[in-house]
């Protein structure tokens, strides 16, 4: 905990985010799945569940990121 | 060479058979309270100086981890509701921690790189969130589910979203903590037998990487507490402030 | 993965770990956490209390300093006063004294004129008493020798007519 703040906060976002998108995926895609095989309705809900996983991963991905006090890039935008 | 997942194996030590279910205590559970012991005994020893003002080493270490918890909690839950949730944030950032470390020392184990503790906790904390949101929002926490400012034609669309958002939360969570730990473990293991394999000639130079992944493997146990107790206090907040 | 295959270890793990982290929790919020955080607001407290009393006492040394400062100025003042007065009655009394000795100096050298005068005066009255009686020695001596001519006496007769002439046209 002695470690730099910025330090500390980059290492969480590194480590968050690459987990929660590729997890968003997963869970969409798993829950398209069984929707299918609920339905018998083969790879649609899949596909669609891949897609919205992918959305909500670019989404989480974007509002961490929105959330991220920016000290480098430009000059105090939030 | 024996599979440097062999390591992860776990044996009873003391047969438990309770109503059918298995508790049985074996080497993860007891390194487990080995460090909750640890923290334990170190906050009482901490508190125990009565009167003075002026904290010794130890007591300030853990008054700055303590502090620095307070104001993440503040800053994600909100000041005044942030009191209440704080004891039980420190304590899951310091089981954690605990857990991660004590997982260093050689010959004990890691709880924390078992899918389904981690896993556990983070349903539990994902429960909790949902009767925290239920309780404090009723009917109108559904809200949560369509941010703020979408308009009325993306509402379906994110809807899934949102859900499968919500969802991947707690399996994010647990499965990001299980993935550092093992994979930190597993090098270390792997190095440490071939250490052990090589010969005196060849053998110390995985033996001086095992100490240099030893070091990044105790930032990375710090790293891993911070982020499992920051996204616990941001899922909490969230469901509080509902937007 | 053991992690995985292991399946029969789990109920164990997931029992015993949520139960002692409950327990942790409930003695870390009972015993540990209270006295720790309780230290901490104190100190916060007495810190933030410090700097408050320190703040007041700066402001009152500010204070102090511009009444001091006032004060300074106002003595200055008083000497810088006292030596203008100062200053001023020495250069009147030196005024004075320069005017009374130029105005003795001027009656001094008015009195000096003044003799002068007075002795140049009398020397000439002197001078024209001496030079009226020498003239009137010597023209009782002239005129004693010039009586005796015929002609004069002729001239002195006939100046006495004259003047009895005019006389007696004035009589008139």
């Known amino acids: 905990m002695s470690e730099d703040n910025d330090f500390r906060r980059g290492m969480g976002f590194a480590f968050r985010v690459g987990t929660e998108l590729v997890v968003s995926v997963f869970v969409g895609t798993t829950m398209g799945y069984a929707l299918d095989w609920f339905f018998g309705t083969k790879p649609w809900f899949m596909v669609a569940g891949l897609i919205l996983g992918g959305a909500a991963g670019s989404l989480m991905v974007y509002k961490v990121a929105m959330h991220l006090p920016s000290g480098e890039d430009e000059d105090g935008e939030r | 060479m024996e599979s440097p997942l062999h390591h992860f194996e776990l044996h009873p030590l003391v047969e438990i058979n309770f109503l059918g279910l298995d508790l049985s205590i074996n080497k993860a559970i007891l390194a487990m309270w080995a460090g909750m012991a640890i923290v334990f005994f170190l906050f009482k020893a901490a508190g125990r100086k009565e009167g003075s003002l002026i904290p010794g080493k130890l007591q300030s270490v853990l008054e700055v981890s303590l502090e620095f918890i307070r104001g993440m909690v503040e800053e994600f839950i909100g000041k005044e509701e942030g009191k209440k949730y704080f004891s039980f944030i420190a304590t899951v950032f310091f089981f954690i921690l605990a857990s991660n470390l004590i997982g260093l020392v050689p010959g004990s184990y890691t709880i924390t790189s078992q899918l389904v503790v981690t896993g556990a906790f983070a349903i539990c904390i994902f429960i909790m969130t949902l009767v925290i949101g239920f309780t404090r929002h009723g009917g109108h926490?559904?809200?949560?589910?369509?941010?703020?400012?979408?308009?009325?034609?993306?509402?379906?669309?994110?809807?899934?979203?949102?859900?499968?958002?919500?969802?991947?939360?707690?399996?994010?969570?647990?499965?990001?903590?299980?993935?550092?730990?093992?994979?930190?473990?597993?090098?270390?293991?792997?190095?440490?037998?071939?250490?052990?394999?090589?010969?005196?000639?060849?053998?110390?130079?995985?033996?001086?990487?095992?100490?240099?992944?030893?070091?990044?493997?105790?930032?990375?146990?710090?790293?891993?507490?911070?982020?499992?107790?920051?996204?616990?206090?941001?899922?909490?907040?969230?469901?509080?402030?509902?937007? | 993965m053991p992690q995985f295959e292991q399946v029969g270890v789990f109920s164990s793990l997931i029992f015993w770990s949520l139960v002692s982290f409950a327990i942790l929790f409930i003695l870390l919020k009972k015993y540990a956490f209270p006295p720790i955080l309780e230290a901490l607001e104190e100190r916060e407290s007495k810190i933030r209390t410090d700097i408050s009393s320190a703040e007041q006492l700066r402001e009152e040394g500010q204070k102090l300093k511009v009444e001091l400062e006032a004060e300074l100025k106002k003595a200055h003042e008083k000497a810088n006063t006292i030596v203008q007065l100062a200053h001023d009655e020495a250069k009147k009394n030196q005024e004075k004294l320069l005017q009374e000795t130029q105005s003795k100096i001027k009656q001094m050298q008015l009195e000096a004129e003044n003799e002068i005068k007075g002795s140049r005066n009398k020397l000439f009255s002197e001078i024209r008493g001496y030079a009226a009686e020498l003239t009137v020695a010597s023209a009782e001596k002239f005129l004693k020798k010039r009586l005796d001519d015929k002609a004069s006496q002729d001239l002195i007769n006939e100046s006495i007519d004259e003047v009895i002439q005019s006389m007696e046209q004035s009589a008139n």
Request: hydrophobic share 60%; glycine share 6%; proline share 7%.
């Open chain 2, 141 to 243: 926490f559904f809200s949560i589910l369509v941010p703020p400012g979408v308009p009325k034609i993306m509402v379906p669309l994110m809807v899934p979203i949102e859900i499968i958002s919500m969802i991947a939360r707690p399996i994010s969570l647990s499965v990001r903590l299980f993935a550092n730990m093992t994979a930190g473990h597993t090098v270390l293991a792997v190095l440490f037998g071939l250490a052990m394999s090589a010969s005196l000639a060849l053998g110390w130079m995985p033996f001086a990487f095992t100490i240099v992944i030893n070091g990044l493997e105790i930032a990375i146990a710090f790293i891993q507490a911070y982020i499992f107790t920051t996204l616990t206090c941001v899922y909490i907040g969230d469901v509080i402030n509902l937007h």
